[in-house]
């Protein structure tokens, strides 16, 4: 049996990096790869990059890869380098090092494990590292983005922060969930591994919660200096910890839908009237309701 363990959207969170390495040295993999997201919404950028580079694991690259690049190299509107919306994306951009920078450069789009040829590794989709899959991805789509797949292959993705397994025309499709923010209500460390016996049947998917000190991760939030300075984005992305579930993105459509304005203002309000529970199929007929309304 062969066993590849993948690890995705860790968003530069080492301590739950670190409880998943301690896993992984009781569950001895063959071989280990990152689905990407090693940073973005997070602070400890820096650390997790240069422990994946010094593990040698390799990875695909996320679109918060490619997010925090063009931040670093200003391939960004002007007025980005000043807007308080956006100071959490330069405090995560300046905090990497510039042998981080060099690093997530060179990453890959995509991957297959030396192990399993039969298995495929990236971030999004195979056509962009910012559209994902989900149990709410429709076949049509899923027809689309497996036309180059043979029945027996494997596509592992991540980016949606929610695990899925999948059998789609005889391919099997794994999300992996988050390591560092999960968006399916359960706040442990989440990654997968798959067993695979024979190149001919699918693979067996084990999926892995693990707990981490994850009150020491909200304390370094605090402790970097990157709550504070990070403004709308750090709060949000701290509830998104304590909840397991999206916020920053629903605050976002929210206040576009009603015409809000972006500021800690706006956020109070929007806490107060943000029920995490809800699917985002719900939460944005709820936003077309209340732009009906007129409220």
């Keep these: 049996m062969t066993r590849i363990a993948i690890l995705s959207d860790i968003h530069a969170n080492l301590f739950a990096l670190d409880a998943v390495y301690q896993d992984l040295q009781q569950q001895q993999p ?73 690093f997530i450069e060179n990453i890959p789009f995509s991957l297959r494990p030396n192990l399993d040829p039969m298995t495929f590794l990236t971030h999004g989709t195979p056509r962009s590292n910012q559209e994902g899959i989900g149990s709410w991805t429709p076949a049509e789509q899923l027809s689309e983005l497996t036309a180059e797949f043979a029945q027996g292959e494997t596509l592992v993705v991540g980016h949606t922060h929610r695990p899925v397994l999948l059998d789609y025309a005889g391919i099997t499709i794994v999300n992996t969930g988050s390591v560092g923010l999960p968006f399916n209500g359960d706040w442990r460390a989440q990654y997968v591994i798959l067993n695979r016996t024979d190149d001919n049947t699918p693979q067996e998917v084990e999926f892995r919660q693990v707990e981490y000190d994850r009150d020491a991760f909200l304390q370094h939030y605090k402790d970097s200096g990157f709550l504070a300075e990070g403004g709308i984005t750090s709060a949000l992305l701290y509830q998104e910890l304590l909840c397991a579930r999206p916020f920053l993105v629903p605050y976002l459509r929210w206040a576009e839908a009603l015409g809000k304005n972006v500021d800690m203002l706006t956020v109070e309000e929007f806490l107060e009237f943000y029920d995490c529970n809800l699917s985002m199929e719900e939460l944005f007929k709820l936003f077309h309701e209340l732009v009906a309304l007129g409220k």
Excluded: C
């Design 30 to 102: 063959d071989e280990i790869l990152i689905g990407g997201d090693l940073v973005g919404r997070g602070p400890q950028g820096d650390a997790v990059v240069q422990f994946i580079k010094e593990q040698g694991w390799r990875s695909v690259k996320g679109n918060h890869e490619d997010y925090l690049l063009n931040f670093h190299h200003r391939r960004i509107p002007t007025d980005w380098l000043t807007d308080p919306v956006w100071s959490a994306s330069r405090w995560m951009a300046a905090e990497l090092s510039s042998e981080s920078i060099d």
